[in-house]
């Protein structure tokens, strides 16, 4: 999950819409931040909510632990640390007033 791009309560609203009627399980897994990066994690008190929204709609929802990220292998991460400088990644234009950037 990204904070301020997939972690608001119209978002889990949107997803409870979007899954109506499919039998399905969704994995909450925070954003590993790294260099060069624009992105950060939601706070684990958002996704909590945001997992509660989701879990009182009927959806079955889990909260995953994020691992990984010592190797540079977790969620939003590829890499091997301090080999190659991650790219730096752009805020798509469609997300830029969601995050509050022009860039």
């Known amino acids: 999950m990204l904070e301020g791009i997939n972690d608001s309560n119209e978002d889990a609203e ?7 009627g ?11 931040p790294h260099n060069g990066s624009f992105f950060r994690p939601t706070k684990d008190e958002r996704m909590i909510e945001f997992r509660n929204t989701l879990a009182a709609a009927g959806v079955v929802v889990f909260l995953r632990l994020s691992r990984g990220d010592d190797q540079m292998a977790a969620c939003g991460q590829l890499g ?16 830029q007033i969601a995050v509050g950037s022009s860039a």
Not at 14 to 20: D, G, H, M, T, W
């Open 80 to 95: 091997k640390p301090g080999t190659i400088q991650a790219p730096l990644l752009r805020v798509p234009e469609q997300f």
């Open 14 to 20: 949107r997803l409870i819409k979007l899954v109506k």
């Open 22 to 32: 499919i039998p399905c399980k969704i994995n909450l897994i925070s954003f590993n």
